[in-house]
Nanobody, 120 residues
Framework: QEQLVESGGGSVQPGGSLRLSCAAS????????MDWYRQTPGKARELVAS???????NYADSVKGRFTISRDNAKNTVYLQMNSLKPEDTAVYYC??????????????WGQGTLVTVSS
């Protein structure tokens, strides 16, 4: 069964850092593109970072310069390094991937979410 498993969330003080991981497993050939979203109660889910199949990255203005998305193709894993965290970054973070599951076949899948809390 194909799945995305997220890890790395937790509670940190403002200015701290966390690294989120999103690992794809199952009968897949690899990860094409990956997006990181976050959501807080009362707000719409927000796209914070993306990495394309070719390695191009994009960031929301609110996280640009603080967050870095990267990938390890050998491990079928995408990371979100979050530095200089602010209380406003508190949210449940979700990864969403386009997985290569066969010859010219793709599967869209969501991770289960991981909670990031930034507070004093």
């Amino acid at each position: 069964q194909e799945q995305l498993v997220e890890s790395g969330g937790g509670s940190v003080q403002p200015g701290g850092s966390l690294r989120l991981s999103c690992a794809a497993s199952g009968n897949i050939l690899g990860i094409n593109s990956m997006d990181w979203y976050r959501q807080t109660p009362g707000k719409a889910r927000e796209l914070v970072a993306s990495i394309s199949g070719g390695g191009s990255t994009n960031y929301a203005d609110s996280v640009k310069g603080r967050f870095t998305i990267s990938r390890d193709n050998a491990k079928n894993t995408v990371y979100l390094q979050m530095n200089s965290l602010k209380p406003e970054d508190t949210a449940v973070y979700y990864c969403n991937a386009t997985l290569l599951v066969g010859y010219s076949g793709f599967l869209k899948l969501w991770g289960q979410g991981t909670l990031v809390t930034v507070s004093s």
